[in-house]
């Protein structure tokens, strides 16, 4: 049996290329040996790469810098930490955070009928069409898309001259916290609805059916059965509208006002400007922990299974 | 894009004086709140280099020349006729800061860069490292030709060696509305002024404190400010007090040029600190906006070519600095990136190319101008009173993550 196996492994004897033919032959016959060929140089980049940089960041939070020379000190402190803890910077990771959690659930509410429609009413053809739709501004820059919306929100923009031409008199919320949510709200929306999509794609007609069966109106049945089968994909859609929000530092930068700074601009202004590693790791380390408790939650509601 | 890093670069020189105080016995990590360290900053101490023999003529071209430089410094229209006339090929290499250009060109340009487009906070820091050389300035011809203040400044001429040569520099303005505004603003009180709350900009960068300090050291003359990147803790205070009342009339913090021009072309803001750039681009489009230089002076930035100490190029690099320094370069520079020509020279042609451009860039005006404008420099512990009382730029950026929020 074995060796009706081994056949189809090539000509062992052939003088060209002897010891390509054994080393196949020896891969062939051990899958293990294979596996770990395989595998080893994306696991080796996890690592190294991936890992290894984050171990890093860690250890820098933990040293300061040399207030006369500007060099690190490779001297354990948790300086870094306490000032982490101060008013200015709860203030901004406090910004940071509730933007976030606006944003997300500004989009599952936008993204839920959307993705109700594109997979339980809309035909093929509209459902295509509406995919493209909302893929559609991937393909743009995200800086082109922001720019946009600069020019809709500022004053004498499109938006304050669409208000005034419907009566409602000028605005002028671009600069402002408001205009941050808004143009978040519109960037992330496609990574929420796709999520959301699939979940409810997922649910089988004749479970709808059988609630009708039963004598639940619509409300009743979109309460119980809809949306707890739905949830998992939101919550899947919520840690990419989340953690992109959480991550940002250029939509703060262009089109924040004057109290708009987000963790991100604090970590770049702590490298690019002041060459304070240590401070801007242990700044770094905040988002990170805060999407851990975040990804521990969202496994606890399944969302991993939707993804 | 350099425009936007330009002032967060701004930083680190302290590493300059870092080797000069620091090579003493006092031990880098203990001095936190500036009672030990290495005395008097930079007096008394003689860069690295300062021995080396500097060339009596130029030789002969080596074909290449490696450049480290802001984007924008190295542009076709002037680089294409060097290589004609030299037969030096030009590679650029583009910085984002100042911090970045310092580590380029750490062990002497690591014998593979040539020069440097150096801004005044890491001139010193390359002069007292050792990774820069002084050059032969009866080298250069246009020398001559410099404005006075830039022939020997003190950010690049040390002890009667240059390090370098001044290259081009510009002032950081007051702009304003002209609907707001009949007639010139003469104080930068206006920024602080609450009748212009919600309307008014400044640069989002650390360096802003000097800015308020350098008002404060003509309105509040008691807080003893003499140097606004030197403030003892009490003078910086006071600025970072300033700047805290002024956030609520602050529209918009602006990282980058073209922002600060949107906000004035849809009048969302009426006044506000600027570059010359913005506000000849704004002129250029039609918006009714000036600038002014206030009573109080202005802050401002300067840039010079340096000479790596390992520089595999040298004749190339002489023939650079000879080429850039030439009023038709000087002026193109100038032009292309919105900022003064050192060569008084290059004013005619600046006219010829774009009409006005010589007055707008201010190239023409009197050396009492030039007096008012505070270069900009990296604030370290060490102040120039020989004590160490003074507040590290670490600080600076702290305080301004408090100021805007």
């Known amino acids: 049996m074995t060796s009706t196996i081994v056949q189809p492994s090539p000509p062992t004897a052939g003088p060209p290329g002897g010891g390509q033919a054994r080393l196949s032959a020896a891969l062939w016959r051990r899958a293990w040996l294979r596996a770990t060929l395989t595998l080893s140089p994306p696991l080796a980049w996890f690592l190294v790469i991936y890992l290894a940089s984050l171990v890093v960041m860690l250890i820098t939070a933990f040293w300061t810098v040399d207030p006369f020379t500007n060099t690190l000190v490779h001297s354990w402190t948790l300086a870094n930490f306490q000032q982490l803890f101060t008013s ?47 893929l559609l501004p991937l393909w ?68 709808l059916e059988a609630s009708g069966d039963l004598g639940a109106r619509n409300w009743r049945t979109l309460r119980t059965v809809l949306l707890p089968l739905a949830l998992p994909g939101v919550v899947a859609g919520s840690i990419f ?66 993804l | 894009m350099r425009i936007w890093t330009r002032g967060g670069a701004l930083f680190a020189a302290a590493s300059a004086i870092v080797m000069i105080a620091g090579c003493g016995s006092s031990g880098g990590g203990s001095a936190s709140s500036g009672s030990s360290g290495g005395g008097s900053a930079t007096q008394g101490l003689t860069p690295p280099q300062a021995g080396t023999a500097v060339p009596s003529s130029v030789g002969k071209t080596e074909g290449h020349l490696n450049l ?26 583009y910085a984002g800061t100042s911090s970045e250009m310092v580590s380029l ?66 002032p950081n303005v007051l702009l304003y509305s002209k609907k707001a505004f009949p007639s010139a603003p003469t104080s930068w009180s206006v920024l602080y002024n609450k009748k212009y709350a919600g309307e008014v900009t400044v640069p989002n960068n650390p360096i802003q404190i000097a800015d308020a300090a350098l008002y404060l050291s003509k309105t509040q003359p008691s807080l003893g400010i003499t140097d606004p990147y030197e403030l003892t803790q009490p003078q910086f205070n006071a600025a970072v007090n300033l700047l805290k009342q002024q956030r609520p009339l602050i529209k918009k913090y602006w990282d980058l040029a073209s922002q600060e021009e949107s906000l004035f072309q849809s009048g969302t803001t009426v006044v506000g600190a600027a570059w010359p750039l913005q506000t000849n ?125």
């Open chain 1, 88 to 134: 200015t910077y709860l203030t901004i990771i406090g910004r940071t955070v509730a933007m976030a959690a606006l944003v997300t659930v500004t989009d599952a509410v936008l993204a839920f009928p959307f993705a109700y429609f594109m997979a339980r009413v809309a035909s093929p053809r509209g459902r295509q069409l509406l995919f493209t739709a909302v």
């Open chain 2, 105 to 170: 060109m750490a062990g002497g340009g690591g014998g593979q860069y040539d020069l440097v487009s150096a801004s005044g906070d890491a001139d010193l820091r390359l002069i007292y490292s050792g990774d820069v050389k002084p050059i032969n300035i009866n080298l250069i011809s246009n020398w001559k030709n410099f404005h006075p203040f830039l022939q020997n400044p003190p950010f690049n001429t040390i002890g009667g060696k240059h390090y370098g040569i001044s290259y081009e520099f510009g």
């Open chain 2, 68 to 93: 480290i430089a802001w984007e924008g410094y190295a542009q076709p229209q002037w680089v294409k006729p060097f290589q004609q006339a030299t037969g030096c090929q030009v590679s650029a290499k």
């Open chain 1, 241 to 306: 509208t989340f953690s992109l929000t959480l991550g940002d530092f250029i939509t703060p930068l262009l089109v924040g006002g004057a109290s708009s700074n987000f963790i991100g601009n604090v970590i770049y202004a702590n490298i690019g400007t002041a060459n304070n590693l240590p401070f801007a790791a242990a700044l770094a380390l905040v988002p990170i922990v805060i999407m851990i408790f975040y990804l521990l939650g969202a496994r606890a509601l399944g969302a991993f299974e939707s």
């Open chain 1, 140 to 207: 743009a820059s995200y800086l082109a898309r922001v720019y946009a919306w600069i020019v809709i929100l500022q004053k004498g923009g499109t938006l304050s001259w669409f208000f005034t031409k419907i009566g409602l008199g000028a605005v002028n919320i671009g600069y402002t916290n408001t205009a941050m949510w808004l143009v978040f709200s519109y960037i992330w929306l496609p990574f929420m609805i796709v999520p959301v999509y699939a979940a409810l794609e997922r649910i089988p007609d004749s479970l």
């Open chain 2, 281 to 405: 681009t704004l002129v250029a489009a039609g918006a009714k906006v000036a600038d002014t230089i206030p009573s109080q002076g202005a802050t401002g930035w300067a840039d010079t070519w340096m000479l790596a100490t390992k520089a595999p190029h040298p004749n190339c690099a002489y023939k650079w600095m000879q080429w850039a320094t030439t009023p038709k370069v000087q002026a193109q520079q100038a032009i292309f990136f919105g900022e003064t020509p050192a060569n008084k020279l290059a004013c005619p042609i600046m006219d010829q190319i774009s009409k006005g451009s010589c007055a707008a860039y201010h190239a023409n005006a009197p050396e009492s101008y030039f007096q008012t404008l505070k270069f900009w420099k990296t604030p370290l512990a060490q102040c120039g009173n020989g004590k160490n009382d003074c507040v590290p730029f670490q600080q600076w950026v702290s305080a301004w993550t408090q100021i805007t929020g």
